[in-house]
C-alpha cells in the first residue's frame, strides 16, 4: 500500500536559519504534490502544490523541490521566524478527485 | 481562494448518539470532500460529495455509518452516527483550489469528543 512519511515529527530550528522538511513516498504515483500549514486547532491551509513535471517551486520565502526519482519534497523555509511555528504537512495525489494522501507532518518551532 | 466555514467549531457527544456537522463554501463548488484527522493521525479522506449524486466513500468508510448530504453547491453535511469514543476526531471538510486543479482549501474543523 501506497506510504508517505515526513522526516521527523518534530524540528528545532534557531530565528534565521532555514528550516528543511522531507517527504518520502512509496508504491505511489502522484500526479502531484503539496504542502499545508497547520496551527493548533485549525484546518490545514494550502501553501504550495507542485507537479511531477516540475523540479522547483517558489512562493516569498518557501521552496519546494520534487524528485520524482528519489520519491521526495523537500520543503523550505529561508529567513525562519518564530511565526513560522506550525504543523507541517505534504499531501500526494493524483487528480481533482480529492483522494489526497497525507504524511503525519512535522512540527517545526522556530526559537527567537 | 474559497473561504470555508464549518459548524459546530466542536463538540462533546455521548456514546450512540449522532452529531451532524455543517459545512458552507462561499462560492459554488462542484466537489466537496470530507477528511477526518484522528489524534496523532494524518489526514484520512471519508468521502467525496457531488451535488447531484450520491457520495462516494473511501475504504473503510461506509454510509450508514457518515452519511453524507449536497443539497446544493455551496452547502454540506456530514453526520456521524452511532458514536462511539474511537469517534473522537477532528472532521474537515475541503474543497478544490480551481486555480490549482487540486483539492486546497480546508474548513476549520470540528473538534468531536464521544465519551
Known amino acids: 500500500s501506497q506510504k508517505i512519511e515526513q522526516n521527523s515529527e518534530a524540528l528545532n530550528i534557531q530565528e534565521g536559519k532555514t528550516a528543511t522538511l522531507t517527504c518520502n513516498y512509496t508504491?505511489?504515483?502522484?500526479?502531484?504534490l503539496q504542502w499545508y500549514r497547520q496551527d493548533p486547532g485549525r484546518g490545514p491551509v494550502f501553501l504550495l502544490l507542485?507537479?511531477?513535471?516540475?523540479k522547483e517551486k517558489r512562493k516569498e520565502r518557501l521552496k519546494v523541490t520534487f524528485d520524482t526519482t528519489l520519491k521526495q519534497s523537500l520543503f523550505h523555509i529561508t529567513a525562519s521566524q518564530p511565526a513560522d511555528s506550525a504543523t507541517y504537512l505534504c499531501?500526494?495525489?493524483?487528480?481533482?478527485?480529492?483522494?489526497?494522501?497525507f504524511g503525519k507532518g512535522t512540527k517545526l518551532s522556530v526559537k527567537p | 481562494s474559497a473561504v470555508i466555514s464549518q459548524k459546530p467549531s466542536r463538540d462533546i457527544c455521548q456514546r450512540g448518539t449522532s452529531l451532524t456537522i455543517q459545512c458552507q463554501v462561499d462560492?459554488?463548488?462542484?466537489?466537496m470532500f470530507w477528511y477526518r484527522q484522528q489524534p496523532g493521525q494524518s489526514l484520512t479522506l471519508i468521502a467525496t460529495?457531488?451535488?447531484?449524486?450520491?457520495?462516494?466513500?473511501e475504504s473503510g468508510f461506509v454510509i450508514d455509518k457518515f452519511p453524507i448530504s449536497r443539497p446544493n453547491l455551496t452547502f454540506s453535511t456530514l453526520t456521524v452516527s452511532n458514536m462511539s469514543p474511537e469517534d473522537s476526531s477532528i472532521y474537515l471538510c475541503?474543497?478544490?483550489?480551481?486555480?490549482?486543479?487540486?483539492?486546497?482549501?480546508f474548513g476549520p474543523g470540528t473538534r468531536l469528543t464521544v465519551l
Open positions: 508504491n505511489y504515483s502522484p500526479a502531484y
Open positions: 460529495a457531488n451535488q447531484g449524486s450520491e457520495a462516494t466513500y
Open positions: 475541503s474543497v478544490e483550489d480551481l486555480l490549482a486543479g487540486a483539492p486546497g482549501f
Open positions: 499531501a500526494l495525489g493524483k487528480g481533482s478527485q480529492g483522494n489526497l494522501i
Open positions: 462560492s459554488q463548488v462542484t466537489m
Open positions: 507542485i507537479r511531477e513535471n516540475e
